[in-house]
């Protein structure tokens, strides 16, 4: 419970404090929870590039089969690697003390990091990798400076380089998708984290719709009433 009073605190000001340090611009991206089709890619994409080394506890693989339009076999057959059962969280195999000596630091649980990071920054953060072989990984990043996560993403963008005079990015290394395809990729994985970051916000905006018309089909009979029981007074 206080992790999750925690990342909602942090939720609230960490978009604003990266907005306000000015040192990078981020780029928006449009979610769409409610779009299963891109929920889907998105899942696909992050079992297959981000599950090996980061977590994401908080999240089921049999609540997607609820939310996302999956059956339980297409789960298991193509999006539980590190899992036995359907019900079972979003976990690594790798060990926490493995990570630790390998990486220098245990990679972060994603279940909130949309909520934590904002999914600006997560989609500009997904699309700045740049060359740098100052770096251990050879890659840095522009939305987070000397970041120790390497580039997974490479074999579908491709390298970047960066222009010392401009600051801006250009293609060095071009992968199998263009520009847009790999921005699409990434819109789908940052969709997916933000879905997982608050699955249940699906059935809220579901339940929303009846209320409202509920509230509509309330009013019609409240305001006749209203008027009958106040015509003396008015």
Request: hydrophobic letters at 40%; glycine letters at 6%; a negative charge.
């Amino acid at each position: 419970m206080r992790t999750l009073v925690f990342a909602f605190i942090v939720s609230l000001f960490s978009a604003q404090a990266l907005a306000a340090s000015g040192e990078v611009h981020l780029d928006h991206v449009e979610i769409d929870i409610s779009d299963k089709a891109s929920l889907q890619r998105g899942a696909k994409t992050f079992v297959n590039y981000c599950l090996s080394c980061h977590s994401a506890s908080y999240m089921r693989y049999n609540r997607m089969a609820k939310d996302i339009g999956l059956t339980d076999e297409q789960i298991e057959n193509n999006l539980m690697f590190a899992s036995d059962k359907i019900g079972e969280t979003m976990t690594v195999a790798m060990r926490a003390e493995d990570a630790q000596k390998w990486f220098g630091v245990t990679p972060p649980d994603l279940s909130v990091i949309s909520r934590s990071r904002g999914t600006d920054w997560l989609y500009t953060y997904l699309r700045t990798f740049y060359q740098d072989e100052s770096r251990p990984m050879g890659t840095n990043n522009l939305a987070f400076k000397d970041v120790g996560m390497p580039h997974v993403l490479w074999e579908q963008q491709g390298y970047l380089s960066k222009n010392e005079e401009t600051g801006k990015l250009e293609q060095a290394e071009a992968g199998p998708m263009t520009t847009h395809e790999y921005n699409e990729l990434v819109q789908d994985l940052v969709n997916f984290l933000a879905y997982i970051g608050e699955p249940s916000k699906l059935q809220r905006m579901e339940l929303g719709k009846w209320v409202l018309i509920y509230l509509a089909l309330f009013f019609l009979v409240a305001y006749p009433m209203k008027k009958a029981f106040w015509r003396d007074i008015h």
